[in-house]
């Protein structure tokens, strides 16, 4: 993960926290005068500040470690050369699965890491792949990457990149988009 996503993310991150500990203190404070809707803001601040600069900061760490690189490695076939990969997540059941995604001359090909519930690795020959389509996530980001099988499977994943990844496929694919 780039520094740009590092700092997006705990941004993201900070600001969901600064609400729910503007909330936690709203709702667990004696008086909801303005004093303490000015406390309950003043805790939320400074604590979605500090969470969102601790998890951007062990995102870097972890990310720098290439602990988790290298547990996401993943092996080619003879004759197989990798042309185009990206960290992602795996849309599986309501756990979007963190990981990489990986293309192939062959085949593309999702890992998890092992910080998830749901571990896999899933793999699709390229010529099993019927379309490849952009959405929105939550119906929020612009980095959503479906996937329709020819045996009418739809794998859906986040990937940074998006624009990159639809021209890889479409073009080593020669498929249309949508």
């Known amino acids: 993960m780039d520094k740009k996503s590092q700092t997006k993310a705990g941004i993201i991150f900070g ?10 203190t709203l709702i667990t404070g004696d008086n909801p005068g303005a004093k303490n809707i000015l406390i309950a803001f003043i805790v939320a601040a400074f604590c979605g500040t500090l969470a969102g600069f601790l998890y951007a900061l ?11 690189d290298k547990q996401m490695r993943i092996t080619t076939e003879l004759g197989e050369s990798m042309l185009f990969d990206t960290p992602a997540n795996h849309f599986k059941g309501i756990e979007a699965v963190g990981g990489k995604l ?3 001359n062959k085949r593309l090909v999702f890992k998890s890491h092992k910080i998830n519930f749901q571990k896999h690795q899933l793999s699709i020959n390229l010529s099993d792949i019927l379309k490849v389509d952009k959405y929105k996530p939550f119906s929020i980001a612009n980095n959503g990457l479906l996937i329709k099988t020819t ?3 739809i794998e859906k994943f986040v990937v940074q990149k998006r624009e990159a990844w ?3 496929l479409c073009k080593n ?3 249309q988009l949508g």
């Open 166 to 168: 639809v021209e890889q």
């Open 58 to 68: 062990t995102l870097n760490k972890i990310g720098r470690s290439g602990w988790i």
């Open 102 to 104: 990986y293309l192939t």
């Open 173 to 175: 694919n020669y498929l």
């Open 151 to 153: 045996d009418n499977k």
């Open 15 to 24: 600001t969901v926290m600064a609400v729910i500990f503007f909330l936690q």
